[in-house]
């Protein structure tokens, strides 16, 4: 029976088989930066929604940003390419945009 | 909200925040002979030297802009007559902003995106407040 997707194997080492998935199905490690973002953005908002009844959303969604920055950084150190460059220039894009709210909002949250 | 000091702040800032995050990309990609490489988008490299030499021209013309302050002298009402320090340079801190964010418009949207027209309403509306307040200073308002 034919199979929709190879499956990986532990041949190259347990490394590769990160590579190979991504391989496979190229959406997932886009899909995984973005769940670090949303997780890293939601849970930072709702803390502080809790703590202090309102939430610095430009804060968060920068951190997020630069968590994802990290990491897609880390993606590109493989042999077996993990990521192309456009996920990369979409995420550095994304930061310069998110920084430039993050800077104009400062003045509501200075005294 | 705060004033012109505060808004040229912000617009410096996101352009040498943008600057550094590049160059730790491009520094990274370097060191470790990465597959993928920020510097094999061409886009991003030309951005970040237009970005600079904005910088560079916003230093020059503040200094002289600060120069001819100090040599100047008040001659009628309580303000400076040409307008001086409170015109120059924020426009040039203003263009510095604008490559940054044109180019990360483009990474996420494209080149010929349609979504254009949002990024022009943005710029032309940071423009905006950016002649409100050097207006409010200028006549004798507080800079903050």
């Known amino acids: 029976m034919a199979n929709l997707f190879d499956f990986p194997n532990l ?31 939601f849970s930072g908002t709702t803390s502080q929604i809790y703590r202090r009844g309102d939430a610095d959303f430009p804060l968060w969604a920068l951190v997020s940003f630069l968590t994802i920055d990290l990491i897609a950084l880390l993606m590109t150190l493989s042999e077996t390419q993990i990521i192309n460059i456009q996920v990369l220039s ?9 920084a430039f709210w993050f800077f104009m909002s400062r003045g509501r949250f200075e005294n | 909200m705060a004033g012109q000091i505060s808004f040229v702040k912000s617009l410096l800032l996101t352009s040498v925040f943008a600057i550094c995050i590049t160059l730790f990309f491009l ?15 061409p886009n991003f490299n030309s951005t970040i030297e237009k ?4 910088l560079s021209t916003y230093r020059i013309e503040t200094i002289n802009a600060t120069e001819s302050f ?4 008040i001659q009628e009402g309580e303000t400076v007559r040409t307008g001086g320090q409170f015109k120059l340079g924020p426009s040039t801190a203003l263009s510095s902003t604008d490559n ?18 949002i990024f022009s309403t943005l710029i032309i509306f940071l423009s905006f407040m950016l002649g409100l307040y050097i207006w409010k ?3 004798g308002g507080l800079p903050d």
């Open chain 1, 11 to 41: 041949t190259g080492g347990f490394d590769n088989v990160f590579g190979q998935l991504a391989q496979q199905t190229i959406l997932f490690p886009i899909m995984f930066l973005v769940f670090i973002f949303v997780v890293i953005f």
């Open chain 1, 90 to 98: 979409i995420c550095l894009g994304g930061t310069f945009l998110v």
């Open chain 2, 27 to 41: 520094g990274f990609a370097l060191d470790n002979n990465t597959s993928v490489s920020i510097a094999d988008d």
């Open chain 2, 51 to 54: 970005a600079l030499n904005n």
């Open chain 2, 70 to 73: 100090y040599a100047s002298e």
């Open chain 2, 100 to 117: 940054v964010l044109q180019q990360g418009f483009k990474s996420i949207f494209g080149e010929d995106s349609e979504f254009g027209f």
């Open chain 2, 137 to 139: 200073t200028w006549k």
